[in-house]
């Protein structure tokens, strides 16, 4: 089992409608929880970071942390076109950050 | 603002052959995190580095070698190249006490090993 897992997609959504990515940690121990955006052939940057348990809200993105269920989401509203990339949940663990293998969002103009 | 500077962007290498990869941290970071990621693949952790000592180390082969220099700069070193060295790898600093606040990724190399 990996230590992060991603639904891999491609997850395809209409211009204007919700995106829902789910990602599970094995590690209960783990602290912090990211969500980093990559471009094909780009690094992968930042989008949203979240440490306790409920919601955190930052413009169109929402990410949800239940350290229980070992599960991490991020909502994406009213996706745009320019929204369409790969979307990599990372957790620290230790001093180093685990990434799963990201699930690849459409968003249909 | 100031980034994480890779260089070089594209190296094409033979196999067996050796390659450098250097990354600049962001001022007054200390921290530097090395990942490989190959095609469609996630990000692998390397190794990573603070205060010029090495921290932690993930998945790196023993033919891989990295350091990091006293003006926080750090080098991969990669002897002995193989096809499936292909990859794009990131380096991303971060402040020691901030690591926990997410990582800033440079641009990356593309290695290509034909």
């Known amino acids: 089992q990996k230590e992060v897992e991603q639904n891999s997609g491609p997850l395809s959504v209409p211009e204007g409608a919700i995106a829902s990515l789910n990602c599970t940690y094995s590690?209960?121990?783990?602290?912090?929880f990211f969500w980093y955006r990559q471009y094909s052939g780009k690094s992968p940057e930042l989008i949203m970071s979240?440490?306790?348990?409920g919601d955190k809200e930052d413009g169109r993105f929402t990410a949800q942390l239940n350290k229980a269920s070992q599960y991490v989401s991020l909502l994406i509203r009213d996706s745009q076109p320019s929204d369409s990339a790969t979307y990599l949940c990372?957790?620290?663990?230790?001093?180093?950050?685990?990434f799963g293998a990201g699930t690849r969002l459409f968003v249909k103009a | 603002a100031a980034g994480v500077i890779q260089s070089p962007r594209h190296l094409i290498k033979e196999k067996r052959e050796t390659a450098t990869l250097k990354c600049y941290p962001i001022?007054?970071?200390?921290?530097v995190y090395w990942y490989q990621q190959g095609p469609g693949q996630d990000p692998q952790f390397l190794i990573s580095?603070?205060?010029?000592?090495?921290?932690d180390k993930g998945s790196i082969p023993d033919r891989f070698s990295a350091q990091q220099f006293s003006d926080y700069h750090s080098e991969l070193n990669m002897s002995s190249l193989e096809l499936g060295d292909s990859a794009l790898y990131f380096c991303?600093?971060?402040?020691?006490?901030?690591?926990?606040?997410?990582?800033?990724f440079g641009s990356g190399t593309r290695l290509t090993v034909v």
């Open positions: 991303a600093s971060s402040p020691r006490d901030r690591g926990y606040y997410g990582y800033t």
């Open positions: 590690d209960r121990g783990s602290q912090s």
């Open positions: 979240i440490y306790s348990n």
């Open positions: 990372a957790v620290i663990g230790g001093f180093k950050t685990i």
């Open positions: 001022p007054r970071h200390d921290t």
């Open positions: 580095f603070y205060e010029k000592m090495q921290s």
